[in-house]
């Protein structure tokens, strides 16, 4: 591809930046951006990418590393960089979740570790800490007066290793990560493998100047919850050397100190490595009216100096806040169907309807779900799904699976093409056309097994199983380092099969099974946490009482910006619903109040931009 000279550089699709994402984008220098919501965080970093890949920047064969939270965000990231730069440059854009990350690290060169803390390879990777929490359970169970788990696990997992042992308390730590580690089958959390990555990079000057060598830029997302052990694996990694790091963030939208996010996050970044703040001023998501009010809040309720500007795209008078407040849950329900059904017969598609809750989903929304189902409007909850279909090879096999039976699937066949080029490495017109009519001929494969009118159980399985092996496992395993562990693996191409059995079972076709998997015409249902990063034309946040922000009085300042997340993934219109009964997790009808939360309220009615209407 030919290298562009940096002065003749444009953003793709004719995007027009503000002067300081621009900046950013063409910058040789540490930065920390700090943009709120709809400012086009995640745009920023591909066309950034876009920029150092494109005019050689980043000097080949260097890489960049981007670090994301969710792996959906990664997945979006790479995606957007492999439309804008193609399959050839794309292959130097690694983008990773930090557990991955970390993950990957760890399984390349676990075997240079110092000898006590080696493991066995044929190790599990714990989704939780409970491994962690169980051996103190059965050990100590008065280690702490307070014997919190908070306390427990900030006491095992810090300081990184190695660690000192000076103490009984820090003999039983050493006890209980020797016993993890030499267990028959030992059973790691990604916090674990993350603090052993990083004994990896410390234990090995030469490794580390490789992996500082190979990645020239290094991009973070959602900078704002990054956790102290992650902050500490990333100083480890790449602070005070040649690496040009940008960091993405918003203080307003950090929801994750309950999940250790370091609170001096933006403060240290600047203090460690120089990092220039840059802050963005621009909306591009919410209409002027929801923008208005997000600054009202911004400035009276979480009292920051903070102004954001909407986009020219919309009329002065758009956006809608209301403040529904119902007599009993059965009226609320009977409300939200009748206004989704009106938003639907204007047009609005399901997916860009959402409804938010802050927590205890099933509690607060589980009948709502039930209701809407029963009266024809398909909802569910988003919560087990989304990280599923968010998953890379789920990504290939959807995709293929579309193109080979889908009549107009040209998207889908020009994504399943790129990433089989792009990992396959095939190269020059005579290999790219082989590879064409290898495609074409392996959709016509899988479409005709399902054809022959003699449908098994076993056909979704073996069809999944046909679609890895074209691409291939190993290119598989090697370009997505969660895979490597052959039990992940399995369970994910499991999870995906079973999912679309069940989806294939109510429908019998495999377009329609499809559609529903991914829930085309269905409306999400999601807690504010799983919604970060997302945006909807309608956001109807259900719950805006007491207690579903039960912890409101100890961290107002963690729970205003949770609302505020919930506000601001709205592009037309959002919606809080009160009900002055609800039934609880034990199906007792409480009585309801806002009391606690009246801060919250008040901030709305006194903006003059919220309708408050009583039914």
């Given amino acids: 591809m030919k290298i562009i000279n940096p002065a003749h550089w444009q953003p793709s699709d004719g995007l027009i930046l503000e002067e300081n994402a621009l900046r950013v984008v063409k910058s040789n220098f540490h930065s920390l951006v700090i943009a709120g919501p709809g400012a086009g965080k995640t745009e920023l970093l591909a066309q950034r990418a876009s920029y150092l890949l494109q005019t050689n920047l980043c000097i080949s064969p260097r890489r960049i590393l981007a670090i994301s939270f969710k792996a959906d965000a990664a997945a979006n990231l790479k995606e957007r960089v492999l439309l804008r730069c193609g399959p050839e440059l794309s292959k130097r854009f690694d983008s990773l979740t930090f557990d991955a990350f970390a993950k990957s690290l760890f399984d390349r060169f676990k075997n240079s570790l110092p000898r ?28 702490f007066n307070s014997n ?34 030499s267990a028959e089958k030992p059973m790691l959390s990604f916090k674990m493998i993350m603090r052993l990555a990083e004994l990896i990079i410390l234990a090995n000057p030469i490794l580390k100047k490789y992996l500082q ?3 020239q830029y290094i991009f973070l997302d959602e900078f704002q919850d990054t956790t102290t052990i992650q902050y500490e694996f990333l100083r480890c990694c790449f602070f005070q050397c040649d690496s040009i790091i940008t960091a993405v963030g918003d203080d307003k939208q950090r929801i994750m100190i309950w999940a250790g996010a370091k609170e001096t996050a933006f403060e240290d970044l600047t ?64 409300l939200l169907l009748n206004s989704v059904k009106d938003s639907l017969a204007n047009g609005i598609y399901p ?83 082989k590879l064409e009519s290898k495609l074409s001929s392996f959709q016509i494969s899988i479409n005709n097994h399902f ?80 919604s970060k990063g997302l945006e909807y034309n309608t956001v109807i946040f259900v719950g805006l009482e007491d207690n579903a922000f039960w912890s409101y009085q100890n961290q107002p300042d963690e729970d205003r910006c949770t609302f505020f997340v919930a506000l601001s993934r709205a592009k037309n219109r959002v ?20 009391k606690n939360i009246s801060d919250i309220l008040n901030g709305l009615v006194n903006s003059n931009l919220a309708t408050v209407t009583q039914f």
């Fill in 116 to 143: 006590k803390f080696q493991t066995k390879n044929n190790y599990n990777v714990a989704l939780t800490d409970s491994p962690v929490l169980d051996q103190f359970k059965y050990r100590n169970l008065n280690l």
């Fill in 213 to 215: 060598q190979t990645y």
């Fill in 351 to 433: 997916r860009d309807i959402c409804i938010l809750v802050k927590q205890q989903l099933k509690v607060y929304v589980g009948d709502l779900i039930d209701y809407f189902n029963s009266s024809g409007i398909k909802a569910r909850d988003e919560t087990e799904l989304q990280n599923l279909l968010a998953e890379p090879l789920v990504l290939y096999l959807i995709n293929m699976l579309y193109c080979s039976f889908k009549k107009k699937a040209s998207n889908e066949r020009n994504f399943v093409f790129d990433l089989l080029r792009n990992y396959q490495g095939v190269e020059g017109e005579i290999e790219l056309l």
């Fill in 451 to 530: 054809d022959n009118g003699q449908f098994q159980d076993t056909f979704i399985y073996d069809t999944i199983q046909k679609i890895i092996d074209f691409l291939g496992l190993d290119i598989i395993k090697s370009e997505f380092p969660s895979y490597k562990e052959d039990e992940y693996l399995q369970y994910v191409i499991k999870n995906f099969s079973d999912n679309l059995y069940l989806e294939w079972q109510r429908s019998s076709n495999m377009v329609d099974a499809l559609d529903n998997l991914l829930g085309k015409d269905t409306i999400p249902v999601m807690t504010v946490h799983k």
């Fill in 148 to 181: 919190t788990k908070d306390k427990i696990l900030r006491f095992f997992y810090n300081p990184g290793l190695p660690y000192p042992i000076n103490n009984k308390n820090e003999e039983l730590k050493d006890s209980i990560w020797m016993n993890l580690l």
């Fill in 271 to 334: 203090k460690d490595i120089g990092a220039a703040k840059v802050p963005l001023f621009m909306n591009f998501r919410s209409a002027p009216r929801l923008v208005e009010l997000q600054n009202y809040l911004v400035n009276n309720l979480m009292k920051k100096v903070e102004v954001a500007t909407p986009s020219e795209k919309w009329n002065i008078e758009d956006g809608i806040c209301d403040i529904w407040i119902f007599e009993n849950q059965r009226k609320e329900m009977e």
């Fill in 575 to 594: 919606i809080f619903t009160f009900s002055k009964t609800r039934t609880d997790k034990f199906n007792r009808v409480q009585p309801q109040n806002m």
